[in-house]
Nanobody, 124 residues
Framework: QVHLVESGGGLVQAGGSLRLSCEASGRTFSNHAMAWFRQAPGKERVFVARISWSGATYYADSVKGRFTISRDNAKNTVYLQMNSLKPEDTAVYYC??????????????????WGQGTQVTVSS
């Protein structure tokens, strides 16, 4: 059974930084795209960043230049470094993975495995 477990969320002041981690178990994802999404209260879940099997990255415009996604295939883990945080970054952040290898997408409906989410709160 596949599990994705996020960690690293918390409360931070505007301008601060947090590093989220997502550890996968049950299978390896070295040939699979992985991504981060977020959902703010009362809003739909939206794409934040994704990383390919080779390390190619892609970001939502709202986080470009502030967030960095990375992965360690040996640890089956993906990270999201978040710098210069803003109050509008407040949301539950979810890690996701695609079941099928070599598929690259930002569409949340294409992602098969999801973590339970970790809360990020940025105070002004």
């Amino acid at each position: 059974q596949v599990h994705l477990v996020e960690s690293g969320g918390g409360l931070v002041q505007a301008g601060g930084s947090l590093r989220l981690s997502c550890e996968a178990s049950g299978r390896t994802f070295s040939n699979h795209a992985m991504a981060w999404f977020r959902q703010a209260p009362g809003k739909e879940r939206v794409f934040v960043a994704r990383i390919s099997w080779s390390g190619a990255t892609y970001y939502a415009d709202s986080v470009k230049g502030r967030f960095t996604i990375s992965r360690d295939n040996a640890k089956n883990t993906v990270y999201l470094q978040m710098n210069s945080l803003k109050p509008e970054d407040t949301a539950v952040y979810y890690c996701a993975a695609v079941r099928t290898p070599w598929i690259l997408t930002t569409n949340d409906k294409a992602y098969d495995y999801w973590g339970q989410g970790t809360q990020v709160t940025v105070s002004s």
